[in-house]
């Protein structure tokens, strides 16, 4: 729905409405004349004064009441000329017949400035439907980044303008349209030192009047969209200030206590005044050698951590056996004790995985399951194929996790996870990452008897 005020110019809308009602007028009056002259003698004076009234309508609903004024006046001479007696000339024979010349012009301006102001009402009404229609749907919609751009992009189609645009100090904040050129038709206020120019036709004054309205609307808008940025950045900002309170009070303690381990044991083989065993210097060595493992392990989670939330984690996906995976993933995790059954069929499909990533994030969970299961359980995982992908299963009967938790526990630095507390609280949520990476997902879920189980879904190679 558009302005009735939408054409360029009201001063040349206003003539070109003009002169289609003359037009109108002219066409329509020598129509009536050609059609009524013929049949005078059978048609009443009354009957030929209402015929007439149309095409005055006709024309002060097109051209307004200034046409249909002088088509009124027009159409009292052609009566007069045509359909009075004497005939042809302009006299007038009685004075009835003169009342009723008389009464035909008063009637016929009557109406004609009543049609006039009818259609100028619904003008009216137009363009107010069409503001109310603009300002509610920028207060109804929700903000977002292209908010501002749809609203000047609404105003510049419903007013015909080539280019609008929210200044503030003479620089654009927002356009829509061509790059202008010189001054704009017209540039009012918004509030807060913003202004809304347009360029393009000139425009009525109540339509000047809703521009600013709108003008205010859009002020808001970027108000609005200003205040979502920076509640969004304060959110990211408190999120990254908890992952560093986490990361600070987790490293701390997984970075000290095995570098405390190693200072001691180092500290202890380098006392000059000691004689150790062969024993005793063995176990010592194998102390440097765990606690520099677990170094690794911290740092090896952590860059993995930042590639994930940095967004530039390598994929290399290619056909790969899962089996082979899974078994690698095995081999290579200190399961402390805890016996593995492995349930994966050589015959499964190939995936289409980052074979070392997927092995990765097996060992996470196998890591995980073998600290959770309580003495004397065992842990499986199963293969199976399931149609477009795979599906592999990390059982554990150790005591699991809560149904509120379960989303938690694949966040950085979280411990909710049905294992003891040590370590960084990495390895899911870099397990699901990684996953993720693959195209893949990672679930949790109960496993039956008691106990947790991760469920990987990865597609099968096509």
């Known amino acids: 729905m558009e302005l009735s005020t939408a054409a360029p110019g009201a001063g040349g809308r206003r003539w070109r409405g003009a002169g289609l009602g003359a037009g109108v007028a002219v066409v329509g009056l020598a129509a009536v004349t050609l059609a009524l002259v013929p049949a005078r003698a059978e048609v009443s004076l009354a009957s030929v004064v209402l015929l007439y009234l149309a095409p005055v309508v006709v024309t002060a609903a097109v051209g307004g009441w200034g046409p249909a004024v002088a088509a009124a006046i ?47 009402h619904r003008a009216t009404a137009a363009r107010r439907a069409v503001e109310a229609a603009l300002l509610a749907g920028a207060s109804a919609e929700p ?88 509640a969004a950045r304060a959110v990211e900002l408190a999120h990254i200030d908890r992952l560093r309170a986490a990361l600070l009070g987790a490293v701390g303690h997984d970075l000290r206590t095995p570098l405390a381990s190693i200072k001691a044991a180092v500290s202890s083989l380098r006392q000059p005044d000691i004689d150790w065993s062969t024993e005793d210097r063995a176990e010592l060595l194998a102390t440097v050698e765990e606690s520099t493992d677990r170094l690794t392990t911290v740092v090896d989670n952590l860059l993995s951590l930042s590639r994930l939330q940095a967004g530039v984690l390598s994929v290399d996906a290619r056909p790969t056996a899962v089996d082979g995976v899974v078994a690698q993933a095995v081999l290579s995790t200190d399961t402390g004790g805890v016996s593995v059954d492995v349930d994966v069929p050589d015959d499964l499909p190939l995936a289409w995985a980052d074979a070392g990533l997927l092995e990765r994030v097996v060992a996470n969970l196998l890591t995980n399951a ?41 966040a950085p630095f979280q ?31 109960d496993t039956p008897n008691g106990g947790l189980t991760m469920t990987i879904r990865i597609p099968a190679a096509p």
């Not at 004497?86 to 009342?99: C, K, L, M, Q, R």
């Not at 980044?145 to 992009?153: E, K």
């Open 415 to 445: 411990r909710l996870d049905d294992h003891s507390g040590t370590g960084l609280g990495l390895g899911l949520a870099i397990a699901r990452g990684f996953t993720e990476a693959q195209r893949g997902t990672l679930t949790a879920s």
């Open 74 to 120: 027009a159409a009292d001479l052609l009566v007069n000329y045509f359909f009075v007696p004497p005939f042809h000339t302009f006299a007038v024979e009685t004075g009835d017949n003169i009342v009723v010349l008389a009464v035909y012009v008063g009637v016929a301006t009557a109406v004609s400035v009543a049609v006039d102001l009818a259609a100028r």
């Open 143 to 230: 903000i977002e980044q292209a908010s501002l751009t749809r609203l000047l992009d609404q105003v510049r189609a419903t007013y015909q303008m080539t280019t609008v645009a929210l200044t503030e100090g003479g620089q654009a904040l927002d356009q829509v349209g061509p790059p202008p050129h010189g001054t704009p038709a017209l540039s009012v206020a918004a509030g807060g030192g913003l202004r809304l120019d347009a360029w393009g036709p000139r425009l009525f004054a109540e339509d000047r009047r809703a521009l600013a309205r709108l003008a205010a609307a859009a002020a808001r808008t970027l108000e609005t969209q200003r205040l979502a940025g920076q």
């Open 370 to 410: 073998c600290t959770a299961s309580p003495p004397g359980q065992r842990v499986l995982i199963r293969g199976r194929a399931g149609g477009d992908h795979l599906r592999l299963d990390v059982v554990d009967h150790g005591p699991g996790i809560a149904s509120a938790d379960r989303d938690r526990v694949f």
